[in-house]
């Protein structure tokens, strides 16, 4: 095995939805991610958004954006076109 196959594996892994929650981000803290995102309009898109879900969740203004960036690569959630992203599952899923 070559390297240049394990990195095509590893390419193919993270196109394959084989992403991994940021460190220190488990199940519990993706549930309350999810939770403060919808009560700010399940949207983050300026500071203004992110402050309060950094403060909801405990998590790190770091790990807020790898987990909107997980969430992204997931499929739960879609990258505005403006920037920001938009959580498109859990509470904000459309019904």
Known sequence: MTPRFIISAGALCMLA???MPPEGVGQEELASFDEAVASIGC????????LPVELQTGLSWEQVIETAQYRVATE??????????????????AE
């Open 17 to 19: 939805a084989c992403a």
């Open 43 to 50: 949207d983050l898109v300026s500071e203004s958004d992110y």
């Open 76 to 93: 739960d959630a879609v990258a505005l076109e403006g920037g920001g992203f938009r959580l498109t599952s859990g509470p904000c899923a």
